[in-house]
T-cell receptor
Framework: EDKVVQSPLSLVVHEGDTVTLNCSYEVTNFRSLLWYKQEKKAPTFLFMLTSSGIEKKSGRLSSILDKKELFSILNITATQTGDSAIYLCAVNTGNQFYFGTGTSLTVIP | NAGVTQTPKFQVLKTGQSMTLQCAQDMNHNSMYWYRQDPGMGLRLIYYSASEGTTDKGEVPNGYNVSRLNKREFSLRLESAAPSQTSVYFC????????????FGEGSWLTVV
């Protein structure tokens, strides 16, 4: 059974802290791994990763994939209250997108 | 840019009532999906349509039916709503089932009492 597991389930940090969110997967056919940020409404796309070891970066957010160990991490440096959200990881297997349960991040001023 | 549009945004149903959630995308995507999101459960796939004219069950299809009306539209029907179907429903689309990115609608909050 294909599955995606995220950890931790929730996290509370202070502004300025650095956080690392984890996503591990077991799927029969890996095509890509995606990260999304979900605030009140629809998840919005952050990154797509297909190759091991290549970091994707956007401002204070960065992500990397390890296809040998079957996981990805999402780093957020110098966190701000606007980073408070649920972060979702998804794996595309070529015929479906499988989502993890998400990590709920709360950034306290 | 409309992207993925779903209606209604909020709905309260009585147990046993039926309703249809509508979804349309204007990105010329081939594949469309319906997910439900419950606390602690993440996004779970109900049904998907890889291309116009096809539909397939996802992880949690029981109690639901879908129709891919045309390339743009994919509806989700609850024939006899149950309290267990209280959830937030998201429609989504992608270029294909192996497409790079999946795009979501704003969500439909459904409460069954």
């Amino acid at each position: 059974e294909d599955k995606v597991v995220q950890s931790p389930l929730s996290l509370v940090v202070h502004e300025g802290d650095t956080v690392t969110l984890n996503c591990s997967y077991e799927v029969t056919n890996f095509r890509s791994l995606l990260w999304y940020k979900q605030e009140k409404k629809a998840p919005t796309f952050l990154f797509m990763l297909t190759s091991s070891g290549i970091e994707k970066k956007s401002g204070r957010l960065s992500s990397i994939l390890d296809k040998k160990e079957l996981f990805s991490i999402l780093n957020i440096t110098a966190t701000q209250t606007g980073d408070s959200a649920i972060y979702l990881c998804a794996v595309n297997t070529g015929n479906q997108f499988y989502f993890g349960t998400g990590t709920s991040l709360t950034v306290i001023p | 840019n409309a992207g993925v549009t779903q209606t209604p945004k909020f709905q309260v149903l009585k147990t046993g009532q039926s309703m249809t959630l509508q979804c349309a995308q204007d990105m010329n995507h081939n594949s469309m999906y319906w997910y439900r999101q419950d606390p602690g459960m993440g996004l779970r796939l109900i049904y998907y349509s890889a291309s116009e004219g096809t539909t397939d069950k996802g992880e949690v299809p029981n109690g639901y039916n879908v129709s891919r009306l045309n390339k743009r539209e994919f509806s989700l029907r609850l024939e006899s709503a149950a309290p267990s179907q209280t959830s937030v429903y998201f429609c989504a689309s992608s270029i294909s089932v192996s497409g790079n990115t999946i795009y979501f609608g704003e969500g439909s909050w459904l409460t069954v009492v």
